[in-house]
């Protein structure tokens, strides 16, 4: 198994995104550690870890305060050993679909902000850790709107940030052992519905046919003309987390099928 006798922190483990990636990385043998702000989603995933045979641990806190992260990776290394993967997919309540023209200032700037701070706690938290112990892999995610992408809002700022993170700190810790990597994905089907999509937008739930009619759309704005799957980007983090990575670091993995450029 790729992370045998790995112990991995997931923020944002009740999501849809978070909940495949814990899985993923149960299932290659990690000790997983869930973090989020719902004790009942978290529990969800865990049971599904636990009854496939993993490792899955339980903690509610909010990734932005950074007493609660400091605290809960300190506890961590006391109770498994180390911390040897931190992955923060916590989200941040994007606006998208408004001309930046036309959006206010309080939703462009949220998940510019977010991002950027439970990033920057998250990853911090680890980092100490990580170079204390000489090992370790810091994960990022982020859709590459940063390239360039109309109707985005705050999403694409906040994606410049997370790049930047990722490039600056990877070369900060890198020669102490420590690897930082991002992922690069978009629209992935199994986390969209007419709902989800009506709350980003602010506007009506498109019907059952406009909704697949967006799924063929984003298809077809793929290079390969088919969108990447949760099993996929989980395959990938779990591969980018292991030893078999070698020396990647600094850098991003486009999942995205070619939609954007890396």
């Known amino acids: 198994m790729l992370l045998e006798n790995r112990n991995a922190v997931v923020y944002g483990a009740g999501g849809s995104i978070g909940s495949a990636v814990a899985a993923g990385f149960a299932r290659e043998g990690a000790r997983v550690f869930l973090v989020g702000r719902t004790r009942e989603s978290l529990e969800r995933v865990a049971k599904e870890i636990t009854g496939a045979g993993g490792r899955a641990d ?36 994007d606006v998208q679909g408004i001309p ?37 892999v810091i994960l990022a995610l982020d859709s590459g709107s940063a390239v360039g992408s109309p109707m985005m809002g705050g999403t ?26 991002g992922i690069w994905t978009a629209g992935l089907p199994e986390t969209l519905s007419p709902e989800k999509l009506a709350a980003v937008t ?10 697949q009619g967006l799924l063929q759309h984003l298809d077809g704005m793929r290079m390969t003309r088919r969108s990447p799957t949760l099993a996929q980007l989980s395959a990938t983090a779990a591969f980018l987390a292991s030893d078999g990575a070698g020396a990647i670091t600094g850098t991003f993995v486009n999942v995205t099928s070619g939609m954007f450029p890396s």
């Open 202 to 211: 602010g506007g009506p739930a498109m019907d059952d046919a406009a909704f």
């Open 156 to 181: 694409g700022p906040a994606d410049a940030a997370t790049d930047t993170l990722v490039r600056n700190l990877a070369a900060e810790i890198g020669p102490r052992g420590v690897r930082v990597v």
């Open 100 to 136: 930046l023209i036309d959006m206010t200032t309080a939703d462009f700037s949220r998940p510019i902000v977010t991002r950027a701070t439970a990033n920057f706690i998250s990853t911090r938290a680890a980092a100490r850790h990580m170079v204390e112990q000489g090992s370790g």
């Open 58 to 93: 339980v903690s509610v806190l909010d990734a932005l305060d950074e007493q609660a992260v400091d605290d809960h990776a300190r506890s961590v290394v006391e109770t498994a050993g180390s911390i040897d993967i931190s992955f923060n997919l916590v989200g941040a309540g």
